[in-house]
């Protein structure tokens, strides 16, 4: 499962619905959440960023990037992130198949890819 750190909790479990994962498990003092999802779960965290950490979209060590894939329509998804304030890059089509990025409220990039057979069988 991964473990998402944020420093609005409430916030990502906002954006986190947007892209479809409804919370599971949620502490009271509002410090951490679990999302499940079919086919795993991802866990959300309250942090306060280092005051050495650069700009949200920097690469560096411990980095990694967090990609989920949708059984939705792409734009379906894409069309709820718009509808909700959110500003999700354009649905590109690479050579793994389509997809999109959009930052989270702590300005963390997440790709949203659509469920291909040919690749996910």
Known sequence: MPIRYSAD???????YRVLGLDPGATAASG????????????????????A???PAGEHGPGWCELALVT????????????????????????????????????????QVNEHDENLHG
């Open 9 to 15: 909790v409430a916030a990502a479990i906002a954006f």
């Open 31 to 50: 410090v951490w959440a679990d999302l499940p999802a079919t086919s795993g779960s991802l866990a959300l965290h309250r942090a306060e960023p280092p």
């Open 52 to 54: 050495d950490r650069g």
């Open 71 to 110: 059984d939705e329509p792409l734009g379906a998804v894409h069309a709820r992130l718009v509808a909700a304030g959110y500003a999700p890059d354009a649905v590109v089509d690479e050579a793994f198949g389509r997809s999109f990025r959009v930052a989270d409220p702590d300005g963390v990039v997440v």
